[in-house]
């Protein structure tokens, strides 16, 4: 991939955001753009030369005119929580965070729907809603932080994505801007529109066909009754077996989590939330929806789990221990912390039916690779989130990351699965997509962009190979310790 294809920023630039953002809506010191750096993939790093912190809809767009009339590229960010370095800056110099575009316009519970700016943090939304009996389903374990214009771009699901989709089935219109500055609708606030889906194209986008301003969001009714349960196995296997037969016995849960031996000691040590230290996978489970019959499928449930294995079967009583299970869920990640240096959260999917042998697999490519790997992650999908302890002082073992990384997604694709679950292709996968897709589709795939952005000027370098090859990609940018 030859770099550096688009212009540099010059004074005449800087003097013209200036003047449209304001002093305080530009960031160029060196020591504060180094908060950007990176996102939560934190094996590649690039520094923006100036982070622009724009208020609305308008300022985006004047700002892109700019950048436009002088070939300059930019990358979108919301919060940074993404996990595959999508808003890592490469050949483009300026960095647009839309964390002052942060209000919520307005809230339709007749037609059950919201309007945000794309900078709203997830949880707000639903925060925004839930005194009168909704949410908003997608619900990324970042939810606190992550931001809905970067749900978007990720297409983001979370542990209640297996019963209410993910981010794609819950957005209904976005205004976005154009790398040119043309502010664009799309979609609207009808359940049903007719046309190309140009909505659902932009989501999933990665950031790279423009800057998403504002959403307009479905929201659900609140289930009237939660069952949530913790299910105890010895074995990571048998655990997996049970999440499909549960599945193939026709009930559809809210959730269906599952943690590792290696996760349950990082987050029992983290939280001591009382999960069984000696156990090999446990499952949390949650059934919504009328409170008539859940109690019948909790039954159902248990026994599937007991036949399939689970040595214990907890029911959480109240709402206390509900939560208590979720956050011992939602924080892993950050327990994860504790174990090791650095750590890289890997994603990709398999058939719900095939996650035992994905699991063999990564323990297989665990002791290849001489390296830790601990499992959290959304069963009921079959989206898998091997968590790759390491240190990144150390060269070799970020090499062996690498690797046992691009072994698991192989691996994923050849039990009939895919690159990206949820956290996206960003710079982490842009090499492993020759393996999935063909020249011709990635070169469709280039089309469909530029026609959103014809000089590939939003977030470059990011989700599709150059032809030719795109492995010089990562000679620009810092990879820790290679
Ligand atoms: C602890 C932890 C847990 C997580 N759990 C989940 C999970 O359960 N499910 C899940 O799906 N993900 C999860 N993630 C990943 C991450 O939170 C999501 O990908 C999230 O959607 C990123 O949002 P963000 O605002 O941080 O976006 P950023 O990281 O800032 O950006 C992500 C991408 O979106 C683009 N982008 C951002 N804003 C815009 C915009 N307004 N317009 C156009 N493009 C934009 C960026 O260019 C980039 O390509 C987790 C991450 C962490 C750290």
């Known amino acids: 991939m030859q770099m550096e294809r688009h212009s540099p920023i010059t004074p005449d630039v800087v003097a013209g955001l200036r003047e449209i953002l304001g002093a305080d809506g530009i960031v160029s010191r060196p020591s504060e753009l180094k908060v950007y750096e990176c996102d939560g993939w934190t094996m590649e790093k690039s520094i923006p030369e100036l982070l622009l912190r724009p208020r609305s809809t308008a300022d985006v767009s004047a700002v892109l005119r700019i950048l436009d009339r002088h070939g300059i590229a930019f990358v979108p960010r919301g919060a940074g929580t993404g996990l595959s370095g999508g808003c890592l800056p490469l050949d483009a110099p300026i960095m647009i965070c839309t964390s002052r575009m942060n209000r919520i316009l307005e809230i339709d519970l007749a037609n059950r729907r919201i309007e945000v700016e794309s900078g709203v943090v997830n949880l ?15 619900d990324p374990s970042s939810q606190a932080a992550c931001t809905i214009g970067g749900n978007i771009a990720e297409n983001s699901g979370g542990p209640h994505t297996l019963k209410y989709g993910v981010t794609t089935n819950h957005v209904l219109g976005l205004e976005l801007v154009l790398p040119d500055g043309e502010i664009v609708e799309l979609g609207g606030p009808a359940e049903e529109l007719c046309g190309y889906d140009l909505v659902g194209t932009v989501v999933g986008a990665e950031g790279t066909v423009g800057i998403v301003t504002r959403a307009t969001l479905r929201l659900s009714r609140a289930p009237e009754a939660h069952c949530t349960m913790l299910a105890v196995f010895d074995e990571v296997a048998a655990a997996t077996h049970a999440v499909s037969a549960v599945i193939a016995h026709g009930i559809i849960p809210g959730a ?11 987050v029992e040590e983290a939280f001591a939330v009382g999960l069984p230290t000696d156990a090999g996978a446990v499952l ?38 509900r939560t208590m299970l979720w956050k011992a869920r939602k924080r892993a990640f950050g327990a994860v912390g504790r174990l090791a240096p650095n750590y890289a959260t890997h994603d990709g999917v398999v058939p719900r039916t095939r996650l035992p042998e994905i699991l063999e697999r990564i323990v297989a490519i665990s002791a290849r690779h001489q390296l830790k790997i601990g499992n959290v992650f959304h069963a009921g999908d079959g989206n898998i989130h091997p968590i790759v302890l390491y240190d990144e002082r150390d060269s070799d073992q970020v090499r062996r990351v690498i690797a046992a990384g691009h072994d698991i997604l192989a691996a994923c694709i050849e039990l009939g699965g895919s690159l990206t679950g949820e956290h996206g292709i960003g710079v982490e996968k842009i090499h492993e997509m020759p393996m999935l897709f063909s020249p011709d589709d990635l070169l469709v795939m280039s089309e469909l962009r530029r026609v959103f952005d014809p000089a590939e000027r939003s977030n470059p370098n990011k989700v599709i190979p150059r032809p030719g090859g ?8 810092r990879q820790v310790a290679l």
């Open 284 to 321: 949390i489970i949650e059934l919504d929806g009328l409170a008539a019959g859940i109690e019948e499928h909790a039954v159902q449930v248990r026994e599937l789990m007991r036949a399939g294995g689970a040595r214990e079967v907890r029911l959480a009583r109240d709402e206390h221990e």
């Open 470 to 477: 795109c492995v010089e990609v990562a000679m620009p940018r």
């Open 256 to 266: 269906i989590e599952m943690m590792d031996r290696l996760i349950i000691r990082a």
């Open 124 to 138: 707000n939304v639903t925060n925004a809603v839930k005194a009168a009996g909704y949410f908003y389903a997608p």
